[in-house]
């Protein structure tokens, strides 16, 4: 108390008159995720690839490039901490991968000593560089011995004098860590430790795993102070072909986050061209309506034509899209894997019976139609309450899918989206406030069944 006394009494009064406050904007190293002059922070659950977005980030950086952007411009020099991967034999062997100039890459020497937060090598290092990144992977290894990382008071003036180097310096400096088990949190709460490391940080990325394509990787913009959230961006990480920075990801991120995942719409998008085309051209109009009751846009299905190669003819009555020669190859792929993929679903009847197919179609729809009681429940218990709006958010997807799923019949790509992207975020939901679906005897005319007799 006495010391506390004596710092107040030492430190004199000084007033910041915000009238003489120059008014300057953010510069970013990487819009709008990563901005310059601020701490941002990188999680997610170990082995989904934090580690080799961020090297392959300072590699591009190092050669004056950016993901998904032609223009060049001035290299990076990078300061790269890890406490968790030899230099050696990965982290040279990462960057050589990525193509990085390794000249630009740098780390302070830990022989002796480990780097800490409040190391003074650290904003020397900073200072003789002249480095605009800083990456330190994990947060937890570079607190220091003594500090408790599940502490406010003790994680808070850490972090607020590592933000006033980035400040000082105009570098960006990026923080790795990992995730915690709670679910039901809000995803930029979940780091370990206190949450004033979120709080520090102006921006928070989270990178999730795409469940549907699990060599497929999301950054996901859970925390974002200083510009609108960026839409969540794809790579892939792929033994025989390494890493590959895919752009924006047209998936649902919030069920990434609760771990349920599903596929990416644009292999949903590319599967629903093959199935439609499959007899030859269809018009464009009416595949863009069927893709339209999916869920699925028009630039993802653009994107998808694109891939696929699927050629436009101009008829008298609008544009035609038909495959070109030489898709047997994944056409024959998607009739291997029909029991997977969303676009196979056969009207006719196998072998007399119906197939597993309709069944599982029978079986979502149904659960779909106590989801939308239960919902009810929620949203009429509290209209206001916060569960009570994602309540409503959830019930609208499953009626606009529903809708789609009426009109079109026995669609299956409909049925199958309920599946996989509908019914495990709901069971999140309705366990986080007790509710089961399957007690629920309230059903609502929601969909129609015609069942052969």
């Known amino acids: 108390m006495t010391d506390e006394k004596t710092m107040q009494q030492v430190i004199p ?165 990992h995730m915690n088990k709670s679910s039901g949190q809000k995803a930029s709460y979940r780091g370990l430790g206190s949450i004033d490391f979120a709080a520090a940080a102006r921006s928070v990325l989270i990178v999730a795993r795409d469940r549907g394509n699990p060599q497929i990787r999301v950054m996901i913009h859970a925390k974002s ?22 752009g924006e990801y047209d998936g649902d991120p919030s069920e990434l986050l609760t771990g349920s995942g599903g596929k990416k719409k644009g292999k949903l998008a590319e599967e629903l061209l093959l199935h439609e085309l499959r007899e030859g051209a269809k018009s464009q109009k009416e595949i863009l309506a069927k893709a339209e009751d999916c869920g699925i846009s028009k630039r993802t299905m653009v994107a998808a034509k694109k ?18 020669d030489g898709n047997d190859a994944r056409m024959q792929e998607c009739k291997d894997t029909e029991s997977l993929h969303p676009c196979t679903l056969e009207k006719e009847e196998r072998n007399g019976t119906d197939s597993e197919e ?15 009681a239960a919902l009810d429940l929620i949203i009429h218990a509290d209209e ?12 609208d997807k499953i009626l606009r899918y529903g809708k789609a799923f009426q009109s079109n019949g026995e669609d299956c790509v409909s049925v199958l989206l309920f599946q996989n992207e509908i019914l495990p975020l709901l069971k999140i939901l309705l366990v986080i406030v007790s509710v089961n679906v399957d007690v629920v005897t309230d059903y609502y005319p929601m969909i129609e069944h015609k069942k052969k007799g």
């Open 13 to 177: 009064l000084k007033l910041i008159h915000m009238d003489e406050v120059e008014a300057t904007d953010t510069k970013w190293l990487w819009y709008p995720y990563i901005p310059y002059g601020k701490i941002t922070i990188i999680q997610g659950d170990p082995g989904e690839g934090k580690t080799t977005l961020v090297l392959h980030l300072a590699a591009e950086l190092t050669q004056g490039k950016m993901f998904g952007s032609e223009e060049q411009q001035e290299p990076v020099t990078v300061i790269y901490q890890t406490a968790e991967d030899g230099l050696s034999d990965t982290i040279k062997p990462r960057l050589i991968a990525a193509n990085a100039d390794c000249s630009k890459v740098l780390v302070i020497d830990e022989t002796e000593q480990c780097v800490s937060m409040t190391d003074g090598r650290l904003e020397a290092a900073i200072q003789q560089t002249n480095a605009k990144l800083v990456i330190l992977d994990p947060i937890q290894a570079y607190l220091g011995a003594a500090v408790d990382m599940h502490r406010a008071n003790e994680v808070r003036p850490i972090m607020a004098h590592l933000g006033n180097i980035a400040e000082k310096y105009g570098c960006a400096i990026v923080l790795i860590g």
């Open 225 to 246: 102070s200083l510009a609108p959230e960026g839409k969540p961006v794809a790579f892939e990480l792929d033994k025989g072909n390494g890493f590959r920075y895919l």
């Open 307 to 324: 891939a696929l190669g699927v050629q436009s003819e101009k008829k008298s009555d609008g544009w035609y899209w038909s495959l070109p």
């Open 358 to 372: 309709r069944a599982a179609a029978v079986y979502a729809a149904e659960s779909c139609e106590r989801a939308v």
């Open 384 to 395: 206001k309450n916060e569960m009570a709006i994602s309540a409503q958010k959830l019930k």
